[in-house]
């Protein structure tokens, strides 16, 4: 599938999830922060005029965040991704990567932009640029960015499966190695 309409797809997705309802105890991606979990949607009062919150709990990051709902979809604020973006990921794991011949610093920006979108399918897409078999052939700012993206996906991935994110981790990984 060509990228554009990769991202297509993923962004139509995306917007069909913005008019989901979100409910207490279910798992949501913050694009900047990575999986939480809803723990509370409370009414706050402020200036006479009542606010209903969404209160997310993300564990690693000992973050407790109060979102107003009418601010969920222009944060980028999501379900988790679905059956078929799963199978895009394996996809995408699975491909070759391709050479690029660019400057590492416009790349490492390219990849921070792509973590901290909130897209699924662009995390992977660093995950896989960034994977080597040996840790040892990469610099440590490529480690760096590869370790947040693959932490990234393999948090929501583990929400998915069941999996820890250690054993999402280990799921990513055999994917990888199989490519």
Do not use: C
Request: net charge neutral; proline share 3%; hydrophobic share 40%.
């Amino acid at each position: 599938m060509h990228l554009a309409s990769q991202n297509m797809t993923t962004q139509a997705a995306i917007q069909k999830e913005e008019a989901h309802e979100f409910q207490e105890n279910e798992y949501v991606v913050y694009p900047v922060h990575g999986v939480g979990k809803i723990i509370a949607i409370e009414d706050r009062s402020f200036e006479g005029q009542t606010i209903k919150f969404v209160v997310i709990e993300i564990k690693e990051e000992k973050l407790v965040l109060r979102v107003p709902i009418n601010n969920l979809s222009k944060l980028g604020i999501r379900p988790l991704f679905n059956p078929q973006t799963m199978a895009q990921i394996e996809d995408i794991l699975r491909q070759r990567i391709r050479v690029r011949r660019m400057m590492w610093s416009r790349r490492a920006q390219e990849y921070e932009s792509k973590i901290n979108s909130g897209d699924p399918v662009a995390v992977a897409e660093v995950v896989r640029e960034l994977y080597k078999r040996n840790d040892m052939d990469q610099s440590y700012s490529e480690r760096q960015i590869y370790q947040q993206a693959l932490s990234r996906l393999a948090r929501e991935v583990g929400a998915i499966k069941g999996f820890d994110e250690e054993g999402a981790v280990q799921y990513l990984r055999g994917i990888l190695d199989a490519a």
